[in-house]
């Protein structure tokens, strides 16, 4: 992956939150920022603009002057901080930025003699707050700007994407989505309860939580929980996948992350199989008694 810096801001006032701290707001139990945090944890340097609060990651803290400057100005003062060639820009309200977002900014923004790439919404509008800049560009354009108009508080990011020769990528319905707006807020909580969602998010969170990095095949543990239920007890399932979790972590104790992820799986395998036995044994258990006649149980026939 191209290495690159990332400059989150996370400074403005929320005037359609009636001033509420949005980056703080939680959707999916997670906040804004954390949620935009964790699409670029790839980042070499991570710079918020913004006030101090707690986070799911270190990052660099800084704020823009004057405080309440408007988006060039934290830019002006993010950049300064980062040193990679690519510095990915975004503002900390998009609840479903993901990595794959991310990745295709990278990949359109090093194209030969682009200045970067951008996202664009749904209906074509340009989100420059969802993009790759150029860090040498950036750092050109924002001096330009502040030479000419004496700061860069108040100005509109259109003086600096104006100037800039930027590929376009199609953010799809989603990642380019940003929370202005308690209505947009209420959209984002409903929509990752969506039953096509729900349990990605669920699963994302909690290794969020928990501080785990690790990508393991859902669906195998899933499998496996059914199988638990169906064949041994319904308690079976959370109780068997909490110790396949636990066998995984000592087998791949110290070990890479794709290494973990392997050992889960051997290890619902493993359990797999074994509530599969049970099961078998069951239905022949099951079988057998259907087959024993009445008399070779003790019971005369008749017998009610």
């Not at 400074?11 to 699409?39: E, H, M, S, T």
């Not at 707690?54 to 950049?79: F, H, I, N, Y």
């Not at 074509?124 to 707050?129: F, N, T, V, W």
Request: aromatic share 4%.
């Amino acid at each position: 992956m191209t290495a690159y810096d990332v400059i989150v801001l996370a400074g403005g006032a929320a005037k359609r939150l009636g001033g509420a701290d949005k980056p703080a707001v939680r959707v999916g139990g997670r906040a804004l920022l954390d949620r935009v945090l964790a699409a670029c944890s790839g980042a070499g340097a991570t710079v918020v603009v913004g006030g101090r609060r707690p986070t799911s990651r270190p990052v660099t803290w800084t704020r823009e002057v004057p405080e309440g400057g408007g988006p060039l100005a934290a830019l002006g003062a993010g950049v300064r901080l980062t040193e990679a060639e690519r510095v990915l820009v975004l503002s900390a309200d998009l609840p479903f930025l993901g990595p794959a977002t991310v990745d295709a900014l990278l990949a359109a923004a090093g194209e030969d003699g682009r200045d970067g790439a951008l996202c664009t919404d749904p209906d074509g509008r340009d989100q420059p707050l969802v993009a790759v800049y150029r860090a040498e560009a950036l750092r050109r354009e924002l001096a330009l700007v502040a030479t000419e108009h004496g700061s860069l508080a108040g100005l509109p990011l259109r003086l600096l994407t104006g100037e800039l020769d930027l590929a376009r990528v199609d953010a799809g319905p989603h990642a380019a989505f940003d929370c202005d707006t308690w209505d947009d807020i209420a959209a984002a909580r409903a929509r990752i309860r969506e039953h096509g969602a729900v349990l990605d998010e669920w699963i994302t969170s909690v290794k969020n939580e928990l501080g785990i990095e690790l990508d393991v095949d859902t669906d195998v543990l899933l499998d496996l929980a059914r199988d638990a239920a169906h064949g041994v007890a319904r308690p079976a399932a959370p109780l068997t996948t909490f110790l396949v979790g636990y066998a995984a972590a000592r087998a791949s104790a110290g070990a890479a992350p794709e290494e973990a992820a392997a050992a889960v799986a051997e290890a619902a395998r493993k359990a797999t199989a074994l509530a599969l036995r049970w099961a078998a044994e069951a239905a022949e258990a099951g079988g057998a008694e259907k087959a024993t006649p009445p008399e070779a149980s003790g019971e005369q026939a008749g017998t009610p």
